[in-house]
């Protein structure tokens, strides 16, 4: 897929779906040609969990949640639990890159289908913050924010790990 912010159209969704793609592919870039040691190093030393693997672990299963335990309403199966509510930073760490890669282009292309078929008005079966049902089109927003944000962390761990910038 080409890396591109501009839409193929103007509509809601067009801009939403596009934007959402550009910030995943974004993180993909980033994590390109990493070392296995560079994706679980830690340089940050207040941050531990800050690390280009569970970077991108935390990306693939922050989607997962919004889209299959908020929106779809499905049991949660993610890797968290109370005792360590950020083991997918965790895991992420020391899974290879190849792999986590893999998983959330996989991920991404399953979550673009069904994006592309339902409603961005259509209400999550799970509620959030104070009982509120949010609309897919809110958490396509969400989900550019979260990624977008995550890209400035990556960017700067990916310099700080081989001194790779750009992308």
């Not at 550009?22 to 340089?43: G, I, M, N």
């Not at 970077?55 to 639990?81: A, C, K, M, N």
């Not at 965790?90 to 994006?115: D, K």
Request: aromatic letters at 6%.
């Amino acid at each position: 897929m080409t890396r591109t912010d501009m839409p193929p159209a103007w509509d809601e969704r067009s801009m939403l779906t596009t934007f959402l793609d550009y910030a995943r592919a974004t993180a993909v870039a980033k994590c390109a040609d990493l070392a296995a040691d560079d994706a679980a190093s830690a340089p940050l030393p207040a941050s531990p969990l800050m690390t280009l693997g569970g970077l991108l672990s935390h990306l693939r299963w922050v989607e997962y949640h919004w889209i299959q335990v908020i929106f779809l309403g499905e049991e949660d199966q993610g890797p968290w639990t109370d005792e360590d509510p950020d083991r997918e930073m965790r895991i992420g760490a020391h899974t290879p890159v190849a792999e986590l890669l893999a998983t959330y282009e996989e991920q991404s292309a399953r979550y673009r289908e069904l994006v592309a078929d339902t409603d961005l008005s259509a209400t999550a079966k799970r509620p959030v913050r104070d009982g509120v049902h949010v609309t897919l089109g809110w958490i396509l927003m969400h989900l550019i924010e979260e990624t977008s944000r995550h890209n400035g962390h990556l960017d700067i761990l990916r310099e700080m790990a081989d001194g790779t910038t750009g992308a």
